[in-house]
């Protein structure tokens, strides 16, 4: 099998909290960052490196081979949320797997033939930004976030549960084909050092218990009781 595994992550409730506040870009930007380190401090050659392509509010992270075991594919997942959470906000993640392709080459020759950068085309005045990666990476994770429960979650697929490993806590969710992993209460040593490698921030389950705004319900959200279910 060669699927990767990916991680679709974005911030909770972003629209709304956008037209409220503009502040969430706080959140988003240190989402960025901790992606940034990860893959920079912890990732940063073969055969563990890390992809990572923003969409809107949210990124995609992407393995560079399959891996049989999702423990450190759930691992960096939960880094990810509890770092977002120190920031403020809470996010959401996805987990699947599948396949990334550059579809560059189905683009029209006239629009690559104004291409002033990798992802930049030319409209004269104006300027078109494109995406050019799509595959089944991205749409099965996207697909799971779609269908998980609102709130503040990390989400598999129940067939894909068996491989997240001993380590990482989780749990059915009733009524859907899904699991969700408890990110407020996983302690592993590699989820420390982890953290601890990447110099992003570690919130003690009893602290991220105890933060006010994982109590108050985010826009769009069923706040943290979606996340004991």
């Known amino acids: 099998m060669s699927e990767r595994w990916s991680i679709y992550i974005d911030i909770e409730g972003f629209s709304a909290l956008w037209e409220k506040e503009n502040d969430v870009l706080w959140s988003l930007g240190e989402l960025m960052r901790a992606i940034f380190r990860l893959?920079?401090?912890?990732?940063?050659?073969?055969?563990?490196?890390?992809?990572?392509?923003?969409?809107?509010?949210?990124?995609?992270?992407?393995?560079?081979?399959?891996?049989?075991?999702?423990?450190?594919?759930?691992?960096?997942?939960?880094?990810?949320?509890?770092?977002?959470?120190?920031?403020?906000?809470?996010?959401?993640?996805?987990?699947?797997?599948?396949?990334?392709?550059?579809?560059?080459?189905?683009?029209?020759?006239?629009?690559?033939?104004c291409l002033e950068g990798d992802q930049t085309v030319s409209l004269h005045m104006g300027?078109?930004?494109?995406?050019?990666?799509?595959?089944?990476?991205?749409?099965?994770?996207?697909?799971?976030?779609?269908?998980?429960?609102?709130?503040?979650?990390v989400a598999v697929h129940s067939a894909k549960a068996g491989r997240l490993?001993?380590?990482?806590?989780?749990?059915?969710v009733p009524g859907r084909d899904l699991a969700s992993i408890d990110w407020v209460h996983m302690e592993s040593e590699a989820l420390a050092q982890l953290q601890h490698d990447a110099s992003i921030a570690a919130p003690s389950p009893a602290e991220l218990e105890t933060l006010p705004h994982l109590l108050r319900r985010a826009p769009g959200s069923t706040g943290m009781a979606a996340e004991r279910q």
């Open 127 to 153: 300027l078109m930004t494109i995406s050019p990666v799509m595959g089944t990476g991205l749409i099965r994770a996207v697909g799971i976030d779609k269908i998980a429960p609102r709130g503040p979650l």
């Open 39 to 113: 893959g920079r401090l912890c990732y940063p050659r073969e055969p563990d490196r890390l992809f990572a392509h923003q969409f809107g509010d949210g990124f995609l992270v992407v393995s560079d081979f399959h891996e049989e075991s999702l423990e450190r594919c759930a691992t960096i997942a939960v880094a990810l949320m509890r770092h977002v959470a120190a920031s403020g906000r809470l996010a959401r993640a996805a987990i699947s797997e599948g396949e990334l392709s550059d579809i560059q080459g189905c683009y029209p020759r006239e629009v690559l033939d």
């Open 165 to 172: 490993g001993a380590s990482v806590p989780h749990r059915a």
